[in-house]
């Protein structure tokens, strides 16, 4: 049974900083950060995929970095310059199979596992 397991995250006041991460039971291709907020859907933040490649949403370029530590299956997300929009619950998700063309995804139906959620809550 495939499992990820979100730890970190937490309160903050506006300009500080957060890191999140992500332990998955084995090595995935593809890893991701999402985040959701009540009534809204779930967006994606930042993606590590093949090839070492990164990607990130326009809303947090510059301020999130993500991480790989593929020794030990673990996916990392460096929060900086938090502001309150970045409040919310993040999700790791992952998927093992590979997709021709894709280096890594922030798109949500890309991923078939997602580990629990961990909140974010960012203060002015």
């Known amino acids: 049974q495939v499992q990820l397991a979100e730890s970190g995250g937490g309160s903050v006041q506006a300009g500080g900083s957060l890191r999140l991460s992500c332990t998955a039971s084995?090595?995935?291709?593809?890893m991701a950060w999402f985040r959701q907020v009540p009534g809204k859907e779930r967006e994606g933040v930042a993606a590590?995929?093949?090839?070492?490649?990164?990607g990130y949403a326009d809303s947090v370029k510059g301020r999130f970095t993500v991480s790989r530590d593929y020794a030990k299956n673990v996916l990392n997300l460096e929060m900086n310059r938090l502001t309150p929009e970045d409040t919310g619950m993040y999700y790791c998700?992952?998927?093992?199979?590979?997709?021709?063309?894709?280096?890594?995804?922030?798109?949500?139906?890309?991923?078939?596992?997602w580990g629990p959620g961990n909140q974010v809550n960012v203060s002015s």
């Open positions: 084995a090595s995935a291709t593809y």
């Open positions: 998700a992952a998927r093992w199979s590979e997709v021709p063309g894709h280096t890594w995804s922030l798109v949500e139906a890309f991923y078939g596992f």
């Open positions: 590590s995929g093949r090839l070492g490649k990164t």
